[in-house]
């Protein structure tokens, strides 16, 4: 919320809201859910906004930091300390290409590579991915 101008601004759309309802209606939107549900473009978890909804079809929203940016700038984003960081915290594994290695981070296991689809469906690691999550 901007608190000078009592209004909220969606980041995606750039749409300014005035009223809580305002925020409703515009999260059900036709164009909002478009956004929300485009494809990303890479593993840095940056999707293009929709071109129907911007004059300017050339803004990008990162979905890790909630920045919205142009796109000569995501080159500088993706490179940021704190993206990095936040793209690091965010994934549930981590592979050390060198020897085929991947580590869970949700349970602290390293494990060969190919192994990592089982081990996503043990009980153990579905109970410790919900303790996370509480």
Not at 55 to 78: P, V
Not at 88 to 98: A, C, F, G, V, W
Request: glycine share 2%; aromatic share 8%; hydrophobic share 35%.
């Amino acid at each position: 919320m901007y608190p000078k101008y009592k209004k909220w601004r969606c980041l995606l759309c750039g749409d300014w809201l005035n009223t809580e309802a305002d925020i409703v209606t515009h999260c059900q939107n036709r164009n909002h859910i478009k956004n929300i549900t485009g494809p990303l473009r890479d593993k840095q978890c940056i999707r293009k906004i929709d071109a129907e909804i911007q004059a300017n079809n050339d803004f990008y929203h990162c979905i890790i930091c909630n920045k919205r940016m142009h796109e000569a700038l995501i080159d500088y984003h993706i490179v940021a300390e704190d993206h990095i960081m936040r793209v690091e915290q965010s994934l549930i594994y981590k592979m050390d290409p060198t020897c085929y290695s991947i580590t869970c981070r949700i349970c602290e296991l390293s494990m060969y590579v190919y192994n990592f689809a089982s081990h996503e469906k043990r009980k153990e690691h579905l109970m410790n991915l919900n303790i996370r999550r509480a």
